[in-house]
Antibody, heavy 127, light 107 residues
Framework: QLQLQESGPGLVKSSETLSLTCTVSGGFINDKNYFWGWIRQAPGKGLESVGTIYYTGSTFHNHNASLASRVTMSVDTSKNQYSLQLSSATAADTAVYYC?????????????????WGQGMLVTVSS | EIVLTQSPATLSLSPGERATLSCRASQSVSTYLAWYQHKPGQAPRLLIFDASNRATGIPARFSGSGSGTDFTLTISSLEPEDFALYYCQQRDNWPITFGQGTRLEIK
């Protein structure tokens, strides 16, 4: 069974870079059928897609330019991991960050949706 | 960017009642719409994909309908464990976007 696990510092200082890694087990990150996403939920807010990456390194960013310009994503297929870096972090980036697998195809079992999620990790940006 | 608008923001119902949640897209997303259930302290759970298909293990009381710009998630008879946040999500176009959520609370 596929499992995803977020890891990284839970506390980041304002203006520094927030860095998270998602480790995938029970499946392969270079599976051509899937993309790998980062989703966050700020306190009292809804879900927000931060960005999505394919195993080749192609990325798809949030439409919000102020967020997209600060996001860097990467994939390490040898470690079955992918990572998020969010530069110039502010208190507004405080959130629970989830990594999740996204089906880039349509079949009887899934279609363009996130079918497996990590448990989430709270990252607090402090001043 | 495709904007998804969910209504109502909060829905107050009792166990056994029928819940109807709405998601409206700013432009057509065909049927590329999914629904998720999210409980505090847990990861979101995929309920419905491709507008009307239940994900693996999802009870039959959950159903989805719609196409184009208007979608509905229906819970036919609410169980105590169904009270949670619900989100819709589209990927007809990149970027992936979520609705702002509907809170289903016990009346």
């Amino acid at each position: 069974q596929l499992q995803l696990q977020e890891s990284g510092p839970g506390l980041v200082k304002s203006s520094e870079t927030l860095s998270l890694t998602c480790t995938v087990s029970g499946g392969f990150i270079n599976d051509k059928n899937y993309f790998w996403g980062w989703i966050r939920q700020a306190p009292g807010k809804g879900l927000e897609s931060v960005g999505t990456i394919y195993y080749t390194g192609s990325t798809f960013h949030n439409h919000n330019a102020s967020l997209a310009s600060r996001v860097t994503m990467s994939v390490d297929t040898s470690k079955n991991q992918y990572s998020l870096q969010l530069s110039s972090a502010t208190a507004a980036d405080t959130a629970v960050y989830y990594c999740a697998r996204f089906a880039g195809y349509c079949s009887s079992t899934n279609c363009y949706s996130f079918d497996s999620w990590g448990q989430g990790m709270l990252v607090t940006v402090s001043s | 960017e495709i904007v998804l608008t969910q209504s109502p923001a909060t829905l107050s119902l009792s166990p056994g009642e029928r819940a109807t949640l709405s998601c409206r897209a700013s432009q057509s997303v065909s049927t590329y719409l999914a629904w998720y259930q999210h409980k505090p302290g847990q990861a979101p759970r995929l309920l419905i994909f491709d507008a009307s298909n239940r994900a693996t293990g999802i009870p039959a009381r959950f159903s989805g309908s719609g196409s184009g710009t208007d979608f509905t998630l229906t819970i036919s008879s609410l169980e105590p464990e169904d009270f949670a946040l619900y989100y819709c999500q589209q990927r007809d176009n990149w970027p992936i976007t979520f609705g702002q959520g509907t809170r289903l609370e016990i009346k």
